[in-house]
């Protein structure tokens, strides 16, 4: 597996530390007030973000954050979107691959529990 890194999509890629590799922007709407030429992304994979009810649902409340990794967590498993497949060959691969995110909350988001889940996939946990 290559390196697997979280970032805020508002953010530019940071050369000191090697750039981001692969941009992959894993939210199912647009950031506001972002363009696409600002993004700089490479992958727009909206198949991997939690469905509209789990979101509407956590709503970003911290209280919130333990059961919406388990609900995520559940999803991802059952999960059959060509883009979650998509992004498992991208983390299995080579290349240094950025979850892109644009919630305010940079320790609870669904690219921060992507993550902990390809972690989790790869590492057999």
């Not at 890194?5 to 992959?24: K, N, Q, T």
């Not at 992958?43 to 789990?54: I, Q």
């Not at 509407?56 to 967590?73: I, K, S, T, V």
Request: aromatic fraction near 8%.
């Amino acid at each position: 597996m290559g390196e697997l890194h979280v970032r805020r999509v508002y953010e530019s890629p940071d050369a000191a530390d090697g750039g981001d590799g692969l941009r992959v922007l894993v939210d199912r709407l647009w950031p506001r007030g972002l363009s696409r030429e600002a993004a700089r992304i490479d992958h727009w994979l909206r198949g991997v973000a939690p469905s509209d009810d789990l979101r509407r649902w956590f709503g970003h409340d911290p209280d919130r954050w333990p059961e919406f990794l388990a609900r995520y967590h559940a999803e991802l498993r059952a999960s059959k979107h060509e883009d979650m497949e998509r992004l498992r060959r991208l983390a299995a691969g080579p290349d240094r691959v950025t979850l892109l995110f644009a919630a305010r909350d940079e320790a609870r988001n669904n690219a921060v529990a992507l993550k902990a889940f390809l972690e989790q996939e790869q590492g057999g946990g």
